[in-house]
């Protein structure tokens, strides 16, 4: 069973950094594709970052390129996401998730975490 568990959400003032990590399990993390994704309240959920299996390759949401940051340690089968520059816009909760290919996309994973929830106050 695969297991996706998001942490380090907060509450945070804009200007500030914040660090999401994801940790997996149950599944080949190091064959795996992985993304991050975040829902505020009252809209859809959204693509924020993505990284292949190697974590050669990212691609990030316009909103976010240049602030934050998605990495992957696998070895620790675990998936961050370097936050800086925080806005009040960027309030919403984070989702980590994983896909069967080795190759990054903006949308069809497979596997999906509980998220993170992350309040950037203005």
């Known amino acids: 069973q695969v297991q996706l568990v998001e942490s380090g959400g907060g509450l945070v003032q804009a200007g500030d950094s914040l660090r999401l990590s994801c940790a997996a399990s149950?599944?080949?993390?190091?064959?795996?594709?992985m993304g991050w994704f975040r829902q505020a309240p009252g809209q859809e959920r959204e693509f924020v970052a993505a990284i292949n299996w190697r974590g050669g390759f990212t691609y990030y949401t316009d909103s976010v390129k240049g602030r934050f940051t998605i990495s992957r340690d696998n070895v620790k089968n675990t998936l961050y996401l370097q936050m800086t520059s925080l806005k009040p816009e960027d309030t919403a909760i984070y989702y980590c998730?994983?896909?069967?290919?080795?190759?990054?996309?903006?949308?069809?994973?497979?596997?999906w975490g509980q998220g993170t929830q992350v309040t950037v106050s203005s």
């Open positions: 149950g599944h080949t993390f190091s064959s795996s594709a």
């Open positions: 998730a994983a896909r069967r290919s080795p190759n990054y996309s903006i949308s069809n994973y497979d596997y």
